[in-house]
């Protein structure tokens, strides 16, 4: 059996809120998938980003901690990031390995930040990524809007090179079967 674990990326009180696209679909997908994970025996781990002394997503500000519609439960492994990518620097690569991590289901925000760096990232150290619809967000940008950004990444850059992007259904079953 594959070694999995959900990892719940930057969603924190600061940046989670109703301007994100497809919000309500968004909560309601990632808090099934960490009942579904806690209720299988399927480790969940969060990653926070901090962006340094002085800058509003920091350590000790209001709005770092993880949102809490998705709070870890105790016990659960919180890591700090101070990049994209929550693999360098962070301490969570390490710990994957020491558990035989093979794949990695990831949700969070930001789509064409973080989510971006954890996918191919995760991909490059050698885990299976698995990327369930509607568990990852971002907001409009410059260039596109927020639903053509996730739709870019997830339907388009991701798939079939970097991830499996599937149904909500069949990652909860996949989780349920771990």
């Given at each position: 059996m594959m070694k999995t674990v959900l990892l719940v990326i930057d969603a924190q009180e600061l940046i989670t809120n109703d301007r994100l696209f497809a919000f309500d679909r968004y909560t309601e997908n990632v808090r099934a998938l960490i009942a579904a994970a806690r209720?299988?025996?399927?480790?969940?781990?969060?990653?926070?980003?901090?962006?340094?002394?002085?800058k509003p997503l920091s350590k000790g500000n209001a709005g770092f901690d993880v949102y809490s519609g998705f709070a870890p439960a105790a016990g659960e492994r919180v890591f700090d990031k101070y990049v994209n990518s929550p693999f360098r620097?962070?301490?969570?690569?390490?710990?994957?390995?020491?558990?035989?991590?093979?794949?990695?289901?990831?949700?969070g925000l930001q789509t064409d930040y973080c989510i971006d760096a954890t996918v191919k990232c995760g991909f490059e150290h050698g885990f299976e990524m698995i990327v369930p619809e509607y568990c990852n967000s971002t907001f409009d940008n410059d260039f596109m809007t927020a639903e053509q950004t996730y739709r870019y990444y997830n339907d388009f850059m991701w798939q079939n090179r970097y991830a499996r992007c599937?149904?909500?259904?069949?990652a909860l079953d996949m989780i349920r079967s771990k």
């Open positions: 209720g299988n025996g399927v480790e969940v781990v969060y990653v926070r980003h901090d962006d340094g002394e002085g620097d962070s301490g969570l690569l390490e710990y994957l390995r020491e558990k035989d991590v093979k794949r990695l289901v990831v949700t599937m149904k909500m259904a069949e």
